[in-house]
């Protein structure tokens, strides 16, 4: 008598918001999360920055056939002064820079390869924004790792938008994920002393984890501390 095969687990995708080199809260994320092999990450940009770990970030995403990230504005912004486009860059970039080293480039070439976007069955993951009206293939690569709100009035862009799918974002730093029917924040502020958070597909679970400290302190983040 033959034995019956157990189902094969659905296939789950786990969007993670703005990790900035928090390497710690990341694996803490993961397993909290209880992320499988055959399970998906899937990354909304801003790997790296500001945090104490870059290299590890990176090396993490880049060794896992699993993994994927959109660019972000940091990303955006490193990758245009390696290209020569910019000349001018904060100093949080310039230790960056030294943390990698000579291998500067090759992680830049890594980088140059994120997509602006990603369409998953469930939703679309981009960085930032969109502006209403405009199909993805025609929004703005600025728009898409910096847009928060429109207008004079600073609207956030996702008031306007419509689409099919819901957008998971991250750039805007909350206290808790935002969780809309349309889109799903998940900027959580981990490199602020906040958390690191994801939304599961497709189920749109939230999952966090606390910052094990405080990497980079500034006041108007002050909602962020706790104790």
């Known amino acids: 008598m033959s034995q019956k095969k157990k189902p094969t687990p659905a296939a789950r995708t786990l969007v993670v918001g703005d990790v900035h080199g928090c390497y710690t809260e990341l694996m803490d994320l993961l397993d909290k999360a209880a992320v499988g092999s055959g399970d998906r990450v899937v990354f909304v940009g801003d790997l790296i920055n500001r945090g104490p770990d870059n290299r590890q970030v990176l090396d993490f995403v880049q060794s896992s056939p699993q993994s994927r990230s959109v660019m972000g504005n940091h ?6 002064y390696y290209r020569g486009e910019t000349r001018e860059l904060k100093n949080s970039y310039q230790r960056l820079i030294q943390e990698l080293g000579r291998d500067f480039g090759y992680y830049m070439d890594f980088v140059a390869q994120f997509p602006y976007a990603l369409e998953l069955d ?6 930032a924004g969109v502006r209403p009206g405009l199909p993805l293939s025609e929004q703005d690569p600025e728009d898409l790792v910096n847009l928060r709100a429109l207008g004079p009035e600073g609207i956030p862009w996702y008031e306007f938008y419509t689409g099919q799918k819901p957008i998971i974002f991250g750039h805007w730093v909350r206290l808790e994920p935002l969780v809309l029917k349309n889109a799903i924040g ?3 502020g981990c490199v602020y002393g906040g958390q690191l958070s994801g939304v599961w597909l497709p189920d749109f679970e939230i999952v966090s984890v606390p910052a094990r400290d405080i990497y980079v302190y500034k006041p108007d983040k002050a909602y962020l501390y706790k104790g």
């Open 186 to 188: 998940l900027d959580t």
């Open 122 to 127: 469930e939703a679309l993951v981009i960085h």
């Open 75 to 80: 990303e955006y912004n490193l990758l245009r």
